[in-house]
């Protein structure tokens, strides 16, 4: 089989779509048409792109730092995107563990370049699919002491996971107290038109999506200590300066930008804490 059927040049694939949208190269042209067409509903999903990855540094240097957390589960990884996860975490925390979940076999193909961290700490790359959660645990027990906290990233992954909600009961409970549950997801709760419209580029393609309001968002962290500022949308949480996300200049009003934001930017993030 070569390269490119293995990989399913015919067909586009969720990760390398948001490839496109990140402005990377590990695409084809049937997912930059795709992403186009994404593109014509929803404008400015570039800036949205962009501003999940500011989040999950945001979110990971506070688990790294502040939280203490030296193990992270990140399930639906994506293609290699500097910085990546675990390089954020190792420079907090050079003996962090990192242990990175996805299904898309161009995922695995660029695992190589997520696999390289600090000697002390270590990276670990799982070929795996989310909607079967027990598997996931199974061979992330083989590199992450579950007895000690997880730092769990489930991000921008759950609306593209049906029984998504099963799926992440099964990896909360496999975690010890003082565990953190890290989640972005899409909604339709600010632009209805345009996600709905995302949503059928998506399944007119064949891939599952599945876009959620804010209270079904926040019934993920049933059980959980939601951390300030709660479920929020994704580049208000704990966002004081983001550059070239959120371009705050001295004259601008911080929440201005932050309101002009609102309307570019689809989904919701949060971080939870299990007692
Ligand atoms: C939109 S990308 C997000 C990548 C990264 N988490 C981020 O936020 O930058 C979604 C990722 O989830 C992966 N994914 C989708 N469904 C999955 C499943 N059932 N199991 C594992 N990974 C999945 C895709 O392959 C893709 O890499």
Redesign the pocket.
Same mark, same amino acid.
């Given at each position: 089989m070569d390269r490119s059927s293995d990989l399913n040049a015919n067909e586009p694939?969720? $990760?390398r779509m948001?490839d496109y949208y990140l402005g990377g190269k590990d695409h084809y042209q049937v997912d930059a048409d795709a992403a186009e067409m994404v593109m014509e509903k929803l404008p400015d999903v570039r800036v949205a792109a962009q501003a999940?990855?500011a989040f999950?540094h945001r979110a990971t240097r506070y688990l790294a730092g502040e939280a203490g957390v030296r193990q992270f589960l990140?399930?639906?990884?994506?293609?290699p995107?500097e910085p990546n996860l675990h390089q954020v975490a190792q420079e907090l925390a050079p003996d962090a563990r990192v242990v990175y979940?996805?299904?898309?076999p161009i995922?695995l193909a660029h695992a190589r370049a997520l696999m390289v961290g600090t000697p002390e700490g270590r990276t670990e790359y799982i070929q795996?699919? $989310?909607?079967r959660p027990q598997e996931i645990l199974e061979s992330a027990r083989n590199f992450l002491d579950f007895s000690e906290p997880i730092g769990l990233?489930l991000?921008?992954?759950l609306n593209?996971?049906p029984g998504a909600y099963e799926v992440t009961a099964t990896l909360v409970d496999a975690l010890a107290s003082g565990s953190y549950l890290v989640m972005?997801h899409l909604t339709g709760d600010f632009d209805p038109v345009g996600v709905a419209a995302t949503v059928e580029v998506y399944r007119g393609r064949g891939l599952y999506c599945h876009p959620r309001a804010k209270s079904e968002i926040t019934q993920f962290f049933d059980g959980l200590e939601l951390l300030e500022p709660g479920v929020v949308p994704i580049h208000r949480w704990r966002n004081t300066v983001e550059p070239g996300v959120v371009p705050i200049h001295p004259w601008q009003d911080p929440d201005e930008v932050a309101k002009s934001m609102d309307a570019k930017i689809p989904g919701y993030a949060a971080v939870a804490r299990k007692p």
């Open positions: 694939h969720v $990760a948001y999940n990855r999950i990140d399930i639906g990884t994506g293609i995107t979940v996805d299904n898309d995922v795996a699919d $989310a909607t990233s991000i921008a992954l593209f996971v972005t």
